[in-house]
């Protein structure tokens, strides 16, 4: 059976609606995704919530629900927007979900069997928005707990725990042996710094049923349930086995953001081993956006609604600013000017204007038919093709991008250097026209198959204004010479209605 590509997002917590953080994560992961069904690789892409836990217990009684009702409400909307980012994934996971819960409830019984876990009373503190427990490394010089831990109470009870501190050792050495499984290297070194600095602290999986009610119970201790993170991290592996057929694990790339780096580059390789699992290929870590410059808080208003851009501006315009803005690893600043000027630059007057102005060309002076083929762009298509497929390998979707921008502006300023518009004024040119209309029609459609990971409906509409049927979905397809002489295009539209801004 064939390994498929198998990448996952994380799972988000159904504690309040989607952000721009989230739709962030979510367009990465579909664009590495279609790049690879792009390149002919069998893919499953996974994205889904996490339901469990004492912040979702909280927020249902505040709402007067039981969790469940909560959580199915919320589900819908976080369902409904990711078909709203046009995300191609292959299922759709929630924790609450039977075929997780009771993959969860195997894995606890087999490492419970097995000696990885031991009871034991805990004194201490506990933050209860991060449903953490706290230690005095945690304090602020002043003797309090930063105020990102929200009320920390102080807790005595008794709970199990996962022997970690055993496998910090195995983790160092295999981190080391595989530089490519934490990306970027900034990140890999945080986590081997952290891990030959820090004594491994064994991990609490329990929650005493007297305190928290809504999780999966221990099968071998029914007064508790799951630790929250030990069930959520368990979705990459239960919906794998929930496909038996399909050979997805190990998963190929876990895309996640930076502050739960700890949690999937150290608990989850930890917890794989001890359950007999092999290591997903690549954790790959992006950074967090701001908004002109301050912290996204719904609290000040510093806000950006991925749902209402899309509305006004478009899916396609969405996905391609926050990956032409910001490359996966860093920190990203959000403007409206940046996004408005990208549109207009790039979008409208780059990528747009040069469709609209090759097709409307070769409808005016050719009636819309092809003719014979000349390879002037030839070369510059191929390259951007190469790096293009190169890069989709190394999930480098800010270069890629790059890369194809200049396949459009080349292709621009082609149209400024032979001036099409002057040639059809001349009879003797008939010829040099024709070279010059095959070149742009050509170039639009290698475009259209290389944006297509980044940009679908509007890479499917210059097919469709190509007078192409099907999907430009195959990156074998950009090579040069698709459109044979005497075929006939369809209509020019505007791609990317101009906005007065």
């Given at each position: 059976?064939?390994?498929?590509?198998?990448?996952?997002?994380?799972?988000?917590?159904?504690?309040?609606?989607?952000?721009?953080?989230?739709?962030?994560?979510?367009?990465?992961?579909?664009?590495?995704?279609?790049?690879?069904?792009?390149?002919?690789?069998?893919?499953?892409?996974?994205?889904?919530?996490?339901?469990?836990?004492?912040?979702?217990?909280?927020?249902?009684?505040?709402?007067?629900?039981?969790?469940?009702?909560?959580?199915?409400?919320?589900?819908?909307?976080?369902?409904?927007?990711?078909?709203?980012?046009?995300?191609?994934?292959?299922?759709?996971?929630?924790?609450?979900?039977?075929?997780?819960?009771?993959?969860?409830?195997?894995?606890?019984?087999?490492?419970?069997?097995?000696?990885?876990?031991?009871?034991?009373?805990?004194?201490?503190?506990?933050?209860?928005?991060?449903?953490?427990?706290?230690?005095?490394?945690?304090?602020?010089?002043?003797?309090?707990?930063?105020?990102?831990?929200?009320?920390?109470?102080?807790?005595?009870?008794?709970?199990?725990?996962?022997?970690?501190?055993?496998?910090?050792?195995?983790?160092?050495?295999?981190?080391?042996?595989?530089?490519?499984?934490?990306?970027?290297?900034?990140?890999?070194?945080?986590?081997?710094?952290?891990?030959?600095?820090?004594?491994?602290?064994?991990?609490?999986?329990?929650?005493?049923?007297?305190?928290?009610?809504?999780?999966?119970?221990?099968?071998?201790?029914?007064?508790?349930?799951?630790?929250?993170?030990?069930?959520?991290?368990?979705?990459?592996?239960?919906?794998?086995?929930?496909?038996?057929?399909?050979?997805?694990?190990?998963?190929?790339?876990?895309?996640?953001?930076?502050?739960?780096?700890?949690?999937?580059?150290?608990?989850?390789?930890?917890?794989?081993?001890?359950?007999?699992?092999?290591?997903?290929?690549?954790?790959?870590?992006?950074?967090?956006?701001?908004?002109?410059?301050?912290?996204?808080?719904?609290?000040?208003?510093?806000?950006?609604?991925?749902?209402?851009?899309?509305?006004?501006?478009?899916?396609?315009?969405?996905?391609?600013?926050?990956?032409?803005?910001?490359?996966?690893?860093?920190?990203?600043?959000?403007?409206?000017?940046?996004?408005?000027?990208?549109?207009?630059?790039?979008?409208?007057?780059?990528?747009?204007?040069?469709?609209?102005r090759s097709l409307s060309m070769l409808k005016r002076y050719r009636n819309g038919i092809v003719p014979a083929r000349a390879n002037e762009l030839a070369a510059d298509a191929a390259r951007a093709a190469d790096e293009t497929r190169a890069?989709?390998?190394?999930?480098?979707?800010?270069?890629?991008?790059?890369?194809?921008?200049?396949?459009?502006?080349?292709?621009?300023?082609?149209?400024?250097?032979?001036?099409?518009?002057?040639?059809?004024?001349?009879?003797?040119?008939?010829?040099?026209?024709?070279?010059?209309?095959?070149?742009?029609?050509?170039?639009?459609?290698?475009?259209?198959?290389?944006?297509?990971?980044?940009?679908?409906?509007?890479?499917?509409?210059?097919?469709?204004?190509?007078?192409?049927?099907?999907?430009?979905?195959?990156?074998?397809?950009?090579?040069?010479?698709?459109?044979?002489?005497?075929?006939?295009?369809?209509?020019?539209?505007?791609?990317?209605?101009?906005?007065?801004?």
């Open positions: 059976m064939n390994k498929r590509f198998y990448i996952t997002t994380a799972i988000d917590y159904v504690n309040g609606q989607p952000h721009l953080g989230h739709a962030y994560e979510k367009i990465i992961a579909d664009v590495i995704a279609r790049a690879r069904r792009s390149l002919g690789q069998e893919v499953f892409f996974l994205t889904g919530l996490d339901e469990h836990g004492q912040k979702v217990q909280q927020a249902a009684q505040a709402e007067r629900k039981n969790p469940q009702e909560y959580c199915d409400a919320l589900a819908a909307d976080w369902q409904a927007f990711a078909r709203k980012l046009e995300l191609t994934n292959d299922d759709f996971v929630r924790t609450t979900q039977p075929r997780h819960k009771a993959f969860v409830q195997a894995k606890l019984a087999q490492l419970h069997a097995a000696g990885h876990f031991y009871r034991a009373t805990y004194t201490g503190y506990y933050s209860t928005k991060e449903e953490t427990f706290l230690t005095e490394k945690d304090r602020l010089p002043d003797g309090t707990f930063d105020a990102s831990y929200g009320e920390v109470v102080e807790l005595k009870e008794d709970n199990y725990y996962f022997k970690l501190g055993a496998q910090q050792q195995w983790l160092i050495d295999t981190i080391e042996a595989n530089p490519e499984f934490i990306a970027p290297s900034y990140r890999r070194n945080e986590v081997l710094g952290f891990l030959k600095n820090n004594k491994l602290e064994d991990l609490c999986i329990s929650r005493p049923l007297a305190r928290l009610n809504w999780g999966i119970p221990l099968p071998f201790d029914p007064e508790f349930v799951t630790y929250v993170w030990f069930d959520a991290l368990v979705n990459y592996a239960s919906i794998a086995d929930a496909h038996p057929d399909l050979g997805l694990w190990p998963a190929d790339i876990h895309v996640i953001g930076k502050d739960i780096v700890k949690f999937h580059a150290v608990y989850w390789p930890i917890m794989l081993k001890a359950m007999g699992l092999p290591l997903p290929k690549q954790i790959l870590v992006h950074g967090w956006w701001q908004k002109d410059g301050a912290k996204i808080a719904k609290s000040t208003g510093n806000v950006v609604d991925p749902v209402a851009v899309i509305n006004e501006w478009g899916v396609d315009a969405l996905r391609f600013y926050v990956l032409r803005e910001l490359d996966i690893g860093p920190d990203g600043n959000w403007t409206d000017a940046g996004f408005r000027s990208r549109y207009q630059a790039e979008l409208a007057n780059g990528l747009g204007n040069l469709v609209n890069l989709f390998r190394q999930s480098q979707l800010q270069a890629a991008l790059q890369s194809i921008w200049g396949l459009v502006n080349r292709a621009n300023k082609f149209v400024d250097e032979t001036a099409p518009f002057k040639l059809a004024k001349d009879p003797a040119q008939a010829q040099r026209l024709d070279e010059v209309l095959y070149n742009l029609a050509e170039t639009c459609r290698v475009l259209a198959v290389l944006l297509w990971p980044f940009l679908p409906g509007t890479a499917t509409k210059i097919y469709a204004q190509l007078g192409l049927t099907g999907s430009p979905d195959k990156l074998a397809e950009a090579t040069w010479g698709g459109l044979p002489a005497g075929h006939t295009i369809g209509e020019p539209a505007p791609l990317f209605p101009r906005k007065d801004v």
